[in-house]
């Protein structure tokens, strides 16, 4: 604050004129002065403020773009029914191949891997340490992801159509498909089915066919198998979460044949 007061002159005399005050002061050796800086440096302050506005705009806007297109890939998937006709599962089918590193030394793998059957001899199959070793079982080549069917027309005494992870165990009792938490299997036999996993099983309702149909979305965790003839029917579903790639596999019981039927494989 500023304080005075206006006097008088004495009469006769001329008062001395007024001086104006600098409009800062420098270099005071007050402690208690004011520096006030420059001009200049407030143009500075308001340039960087206005870059940080800038830097923020840019953020939130990439931000919102992001969660955007998240929720429209999320409307995108929420609207896609599941198929219901033969038809329109093929829509999803893509060829398979079984993984010959896969496969036990008792399968024999025939029409360009697409056909597996238990043989009472070992086959001179190389090491490999991704090969089943205890069950007479193997693994796609192909990863499965997003929506896709396949089929496993199968002969004998019974097969298991599976999907499984590509790190279950290769040997010991708990490698066999169903038996652990990595695989999940739909036993097949003449006058039954059965689904099973971690060594839980499930009696299964439907009729029997020697086509076996399997769809699969990744995506949404879910898991179906149906019974393939002149019709499909549901036999199980499974709805869950899939943190990894899934693979097909087999697993053929003695006397059995499993092959996967070229119009409909993935």
Request: aromatic share 10%; hydrophobic share 30%.
């Amino acid at each position: 604050e500023f304080e005075g007061k206006v006097e008088s002159a004495p009469r006769g005399r001329i008062p001395p004129p007024l001086r104006l005050l600098p409009a800062y002061i420098l270099d005071s050796t007050d402690s208690s002065a004011i520096n006030v800086r420059p001009l200049r440096h407030f143009e500075d302050v308001t340039a960087a403020v206005s870059q940080l506005r800038e830097k923020l705009q840019d953020v939130l806007t990439e931000t919102w773009t992001n969660i955007s297109l998240t929720l429209t890939e999320v409307d995108v998937l929420l609207s896609q029914p599941e198929p219901k006709t033969r038809a329109d599962f093929l829509r999803y089918s893509q060829e398979i191949t079984l993984d010959p590193n896969t496969a036990n030394t008792r399968l024999l793998l025939s029409e360009g891997n697409r056909k597996a059957t238990v043989m009472s001899q070992q086959q001179s199959y190389p090491r490999h340490p991704d090969r089943f070793t205890t069950h007479p079982q193997v693994l796609s080549r192909e990863s499965l992801t997003g929506r896709c069917y396949w089929e496993v027309e199968w002969r004998g005494g019974g097969v298991s159509v599976s999907v499984s992870y590509k790190n279950i165990s290769r040997a010991g009792g708990e490698t066999l498909f169903g038996y652990n938490d990595k695989s999940w299997s739909l036993d097949c036999f003449q006058n039954s089915f059965s689904f099973r996993f971690n060594s839980i099983i499930t009696p299964v309702s439907g009729p029997l066919s020697s086509r076996v149909g399997v769809y699969l979305d990744h995506t949404a965790g879910v898991l179906s198998f149906y019974s393939v003839s002149e019709t499909m029917t549901l036999l199980h579903r499974v709805q869950t979460t899939f943190p990894q790639p899934l693979y097909a596999g087999l697993y053929s019981v003695p006397y059995s044949t499993p092959r996967s039927p070229s119009p409909a494989c993935c």
